[in-house]
């Protein structure tokens, strides 16, 4: 297939297409972005509150939920295991009383990570769980970039489960009792002092979801402190939790073993974070005229940004920000920065779009990664698109002004991030691009591509060769 091949899908959304994983072609890159979008709920709280809801004996309704991988695999399993699952269009409702298998299909479980986050809800109503351990994208410092699960089978032991071991790629797990625990949460940090490493999150929202249904006190310091954990503990209070917030970053779960998770709850997702942040991105570099994000619950997701917006207004990107909207302006030229990614600043999903910003800066910048050791594979991407971008250590270097520009590449992209990005960076290509790996966008955007050709870029799904 050359990169003018005529045969086109006549489809933006990859479920439409043929084989589900086109790849897609981005016809002539300089087609400026006109218009405005909406951005649903984010990812990771979705993840994290039908998690919780998987543990009530309550009517569990959540708006504002995403069309993404992630919530047709969870409502997929949860249906299988017994629960009463309905989804009208971005409203998910769930009675999980009824679930009474924790047998998981294997395949289907493997294709997102946030299946780990059921662990707590099926060792509670049946004893036992196996969970595949590898999901999602491959960032992380284990063979095969696999994902870390240490953290989990750690908090899980503190928790009282037995049998619990990581074999074949699985988590096998059993507990007749789940008891209550004190764990500080910056244990399983790799830096205490910058309070940052790949297995706070997942730490912290495990040890959570744990405490609701277990037996007697548990005390859980230092909790990861974005939206994904904080709008989970208000979740498990309105389920009926009894949880006190004595100190920022700590709080007390006075359990009963499930029993108290009684109370119906209707929750709205905080807007998605990262989508957020992907839309500024393209509002800045491929925009022709000021790009309208809007959102409902909007400041919610501004608050939880405030990292990166300031890190945005450092490399001088124009925006302002309302109750339901943030106004992007086209950038011309703008500044480098040095920046670390932490767990308690800028997101890990975040940086790759820094990074692409950071090609339209005059001069050098740096960006220090503390999170996941392999969230750079997209870089090459940019560097074959005509960025000077480089990697030392656990830093990217951006040398700029040097932005996407190179025509006629091929691109397979690597993980989510790394797609999004990529797909951004082709669109101010004078030229056509093609872009494998395309699989990626679907576990973190309802149609990323589709919106994009809305508001005016040039893309079309080809058949994959890969």
């Known amino acids: 297939m050359t990169l003018t091949s005529a045969a086109v899908v006549p489809a933006a959304r990859l479920a439409q297409c043929p084989d589900g994983h086109p790849d897609l072609l981005v016809r002539g890159g300089g087609r400026r972005l006109r218009g405005e979008v909406t951005v649903p709920g984010f990812k990771h709280s979705m993840v994290t509150v039908l998690a919780a809801a998987a543990s009530a004996d309550a009517l569990v309704r959540i708006t504002n939920v995403p069309d993404i991988v992630e919530t047709g695999v969870l409502t997929s399993l949860l249906r299988d295991a017994g629960a009463r699952v309905t989804v009208d269009g971005d409203v998910l409702e769930l009675d999980a009383s009824g679930i009474s298998d924790a047998t998981l299909d294997a395949g289907l479980a493997a294709r997102i990570h946030g299946v780990v986050y ?13 969970v595949p351990a590898n999901g999602g994208c491959q960032i992380g410092d284990g063979p095969g970039l696999a994902r870390p699960v240490s953290q989990y089978l750690s908090v899980l032991r503190s928790f009282g489960a037995t049998a619990v071991t990581a074999r ?115 509002g800045a570099t491929a925009a022709a005229e000021p790009l309208v994000v809007r959102a409902d619950h909007l400041g919610r997701a501004l608050t939880a940004l405030t990292p990166e917006l300031d890190a945005l207004r450092v490399m001088g990107v124009d925006f302002e920000t309302g109750d339901r909207t943030v106004v992007v302006h086209p950038a011309e030229r703008l500044r480098p920065i040095e920046l670390t990614i932490a767990s308690h600043g800028v997101y890990s999903d975040s940086q790759p779009f820094l990074v692409l910003l950071a090609g339209l800066a005059e001069g050098r910048s740096r960006f220090t990664e503390t999170v996941w050791a392999n969230r750079f594979s997209y870089l090459a991407l940019l560097e074959e698109l005509g960025m000077r971008v480089g990697r030392t250590g656990r830093s990217a270097v951006v040398d700029g002004r040097c932005p996407p520009s190179a025509p006629g590449r091929e691109l397979v992209a690597p993980d989510l991030r790394g797609a999004a990005v990529a797909l951004l960076a082709a669109l101010t290509v004078p030229g056509p691009t093609v872009l494998s790996g395309t699989h990626h966008l679907a576990r973190g955007y309802a149609d990323l591509p589709g919106a994009l050709t809305a508001l005016g870029a040039d893309i079309v799904a080809v058949p994959s060769r890969r």
């Open 118 to 130: 059921l662990i707590p809800a099926l060792l509670h109503r049946t004893g036992h769980v196996v």
């Open 168 to 282: 074949n790629g699985d988590l096998q797990v059993s507990a007749t009792r789940l008891r209550g625990c004190e764990i500080d949460l910056l244990d399983h940090t790799t830096d205490r002092q910058l309070k940052t490493g790949p297995h706070y999150s997942g730490a912290s929202k495990m040890a959570l979801l744990l405490a609701a249904v277990s037996t007697g006190t548990s005390t859980l310091r230092n909790l990861y402190p974005k939206p994904d954990v904080t709008d989970l503990v208000g979740v498990l209070q309105q389920l009926g939790a009894e949880i006190e917030r004595p100190a920022e970053g700590t709080v007390v779960v006075h359990g009963r073993g499930g029993a108290d998770l009684r109370t119906p709850v209707s929750h709205a997702l905080v807007p998605d974070l990262i989508e957020v942040v992907t839309w500024i991105c393209a």
